[in-house]
């Protein structure tokens, strides 16, 4: 076996020098006190990054999504109105059930992996009648839907919407540096039209760990005693603040995993009986699939040539390209897909 090429995730980077260099000298206090010069410094470049009045240090997306419909849905029979295909409808909807009490409402997702807009009103509408608080959590990039990054005009169409009915408007960004920088856009441009936005450190911009929540003062507030209660309150978390501060001086550099994930999209749909999405604007996310072949044995013959994939639905799998990824992986990845479909004739 070659080398392996991890492309599941690009939660899969690991700390560059510059940044276990800046956890090493990071100064600490407790944050449980407040006083943590690196995380006070860290929330106040996510809320300049951010465009919002505050933000706050959390360990994973997943929690800060959580904190954030908890946040601004505190009454059990909140509706919680989603993508089918999001991070929060597919990943973390057990979570979203059982701790916020919420009632998941999935919506049909356009090409562009925006929700419908037919769809998103119809169903705040029904939820407006029955009088129920509502929460819509708008995702971007769209990472379970080829990874494309909606522009700044869809955002703004679907959270007016939302509020037209009264409902939060919540923004899972977790990906939403890299949707700037391909849109070519300041993140907070795009993080303006929520109320309370999700932003992961741990994705492409390499921290080993956490998730900034950027909100107005007063909702930041709430969801820093959701965060206490929920146990996501860290103590030293300075030496990870450092961390994320130094991933954040990398905001730009997510164009070259960009120019790599074109790179690969095109080689692959160089191998004939390959499909390749193609995003209407790609970020770091590539997505194939192979007449005939369920994603699953793809991946499977895609791994036992060393390179890493995830299955979704429908026979795609998902490439994440992210900065452990050279050049020279584009035509061992292209070679090493060719053989799986070149399987699948010999097998008939
Ligand atoms: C990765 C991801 C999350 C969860 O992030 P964790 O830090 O792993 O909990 C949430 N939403 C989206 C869109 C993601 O891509």
Known sequence: MTVLLDFRSDTRTVPDAAMRAAMAGAEVGD????????VLRLEEAGARLLGKEAALFLPSSTMTNLVAVLAAAPDPGTRLLTGAH??????EDVGMRRFARVDLVPLVQGDDGAPDADALEAALRSGARAGRPQVVSLENTCML???????????????????SYGAHVHLDGARLANAAVALGLPVEKLAAPADSVTFCLAKGLGAPAGSLLGASASFVDQARSLRLQLGGTMHQSGVLA?????????????????????????GLASV?????AEPSCRTNIVTVRVRGVSAVELMRRLGEGGVRVLPLDDGWVRFVVHREHRRDAVPVVVRTLAEAVRLRTVLG
């Open 31 to 38: 944050d449980a006190y407040g006083d943590d010069p690196c």
């Open 242 to 266: 450092a961390a994320a501060l130094s991933g954040l001086s990398g905001v730009s550099r997510l164009a070259e995993d960009h120019a790599l994930a074109a790179a690969l999209a095109r």
């Open 272 to 276: 004939p009986g390959v499909e390749v």
């Open 145 to 163: 839907h080829t990874g494309n990054a909606l522009e700044l005009a869809v955002l703004d169409r679907l959270a007016g919407l939302a509020r």
């Open 86 to 91: 999001t991070h929060v409808a597919r990943m």
